[in-house]
């Protein structure tokens, strides 16, 4: 599995509107500030978030982007998947793969499945709202003064 900076830039987004949930949309710019995020760039993942159904957009005055359901029905995993694709570390983990006669007998392959598993073990049970709870917490403890 590897994170592009798409990838990176998209849990980003999720992360901040999750964080923002119940209230009012947040603009693009807003976004692109929290994050360091290129305008363009991020024009372009709030387009494929929105596809993937986990943002929405509203027009207006008032307007912006807000997630399209609850922090904690979103999983990591399913971002993760969305943006950047399969997360098992080489192709023939997956269980339609054809491309290889010596599957059954590779030494390796059964390596990859227990890291692709473990992994998905990992980023599927993280929601957005832990996250945002994670978020918190680790804010508080940072802004402890004597």
Same mark, same amino acid.
């Given at each position: 599995?590897?994170?592009?900076?798409?990838?990176d830039y998209a849990l980003k987004t999720i992360l901040d509107l999750a964080s923002h949930y119940g209230r009012s949309p947040v603009t693009i710019h807003v976004l692109a500030k929290h994050a360091d995020i290129p305008i363009k760039f991020l024009e372009q993942i709030l387009l494929d978030?929105?596809?993937?159904?986990?943002?929405?957009?509203?027009?207006? &005055? @008032?307007?912006g982007y807000l997630l399209?359901?609850?922090?904690?029905?979103?999983k990591l995993g399913d971002v993760i998947r969305f943006i950047d694709g399969p997360i098992e570390p080489v192709l023939?983990?997956?269980r339609s793969y054809k491309g290889c006669n010596d599957i059954n007998k590779?030494?390796?392959r059964g390596?990859?499945?227990k890291v692709a598993e473990s992994t998905s &073990? @990992?980023?599927d049970n993280i929601t957005f709202e832990d996250l945002v709870k994670k978020n918190k917490s680790f804010n508080l403890a940072s802004n402890y003064q004597i």
């Open positions: 599995m590897r994170i592009t900076y798409k990838g978030l929105k596809r993937g159904g986990f943002v929405e957009s509203r027009r207006g &005055k @008032i307007g399209a359901k609850a922090p904690s029905a979103i023939c983990v997956g590779c030494a390796f390596i990859w499945s &073990k @990992i980023i």
